[in-house]
């Protein structure tokens, strides 16, 4: 997709925040949408990979030596901030409270995930509404995609990674199905579109 038909996607929107969900193979997809860029991003970027419990998850610390911008798990009662990249932690649902804060609960799990992509992009599109991305990425079951359909129905732009290219497809497929996405991209538009993100 030319970068054109991208700038058009983002046409009069005011990005705050952008979160994202993977699974099966989601760590690999985020060292190649993630790394590059720039330590002072215009966004909070938060996301949400399927940790087994009971593991402790050293996403932070992988992520921290590849990038520029600041990278933590995130922690309840803590703010967002513009140019800082969170990873939900182990065994906790991670949300989004309105004043922009984040939340974690140990309610149960949804798809047998906790924490739960649905979870954080069903708060995330109360609390941020237009001024919210949400993109989904590789994965092996349903989570996500009525996240995906929240943030849609909540003006957000949606985007999910192009199932042919996706490790396990059937995450991206399913948001497909649920509702239809703004946009399904590659990895590489992905990225493009993250950089974009900035100038916009």
Not at 56 to 61: D, E, F, H, R, W
Not at 99 to 118: G, K, M, N, Q, T
Not at 129 to 146: F, M, S
Not at 183 to 199: A, C, G, P, Q, Y
């Amino acid at each position: 997709m030319d970068h054109a038909h991208l700038q058009s996607a983002l046409a009069g929107r005011q990005i705050e925040a952008v979160v994202i969900g993977a699974s099966a193979g989601g760590v690999g997809a985020l060292l190649r949408l993630l790394p590059g860029l720039p330590a002072d991003y215009g966004c909070a970027v938060v996301a949400v990979l399927h940790v087994p419990e009971g593991r402790q998850s050293q996403l932070a610390g992988v992520f921290q030596q590849r990038m520029d911008m600041p990278v933590y798990e995130a922690m309840d009662k803590q703010e967002l901030s513009s140019g800082t990249l969170y990873f939900a932690g182990s065994g906790y649902h991670l949300s989004v409270e309105r004043d922009r804060s984040f939340s974690l609960s140990c309610e149960a799990p949804v798809h047998f995930a906790r924490p739960a992509i649905d979870y954080l992009m069903e708060s995330a599109a109360d609390a941020y509404g237009p001024a919210l991305v949400g993109i989904l990425l590789t994965g092996a079951n349903q989570d996500g995609a009525a996240g995906m359909a929240a943030i849609g129905r909540a003006g957000g732009l949606t985007v999910v990674q192009d199932p042919a290219e996706a490790e396990v497809p059937t995450m991206p497929q399913e948001a497909i199905r649920r509702r239809r996405p703004d946009l399904v991209l590659s990895l590489d538009e992905i990225h493009t579109l993250l950089l974009m993100l900035e100038n916009n």
